[in-house]
Nanobody
């Protein structure tokens, strides 16, 4: 069993910053990659790209199976549920994509 858990979301004023964390744990053989997505109300889930519009930075701590999303200069349109996924080879073999439950980020104007 593999678990993916995000944390660090919350309410922030426009122009503020947040740092999200995502940890993968459980029966992990190896991790091929981890990434961030977001889904705003009424919109499709989209990939959060590194240096998105020059405001977001993604970093990874391989030793801790953790990926971070540093978000600066936040705007109300960044309001969304932020999801993390992990592309994993479990210890029993195979390969699967695991998703976290998401963390809410709300940016007030």
């Amino acid at each position: 069993q593999v678990q993916v858990v995000e944390s660090g979301g919350g309410l922030v004023q426009a122009g503020g910053s947040l740092r999200l964390s995502c940890v993968a744990s459980g029966s992990i053989g190896s991790i091929y990659g981890m990434g961030w997505y977001r889904q705003a109300p009424g919109k499709q889930r989209e990939l959060v790209a590194d240096s998105m519009k020059g405001r977001f930075t993604i970093s990874r701590d391989n030793a801790r199976n953790t990926v971070y999303l540093q978000m600066n200069s936040l705007k109300p349109e960044d309001t969304a549920v932020y999801y993390c996924n992990a592309d994993v080879r479990p210890v029993h073999g195979g390969r699967s994509l695991y998703w976290g439950q998401g963390t809410q980020v709300t940016v007030s104007s």
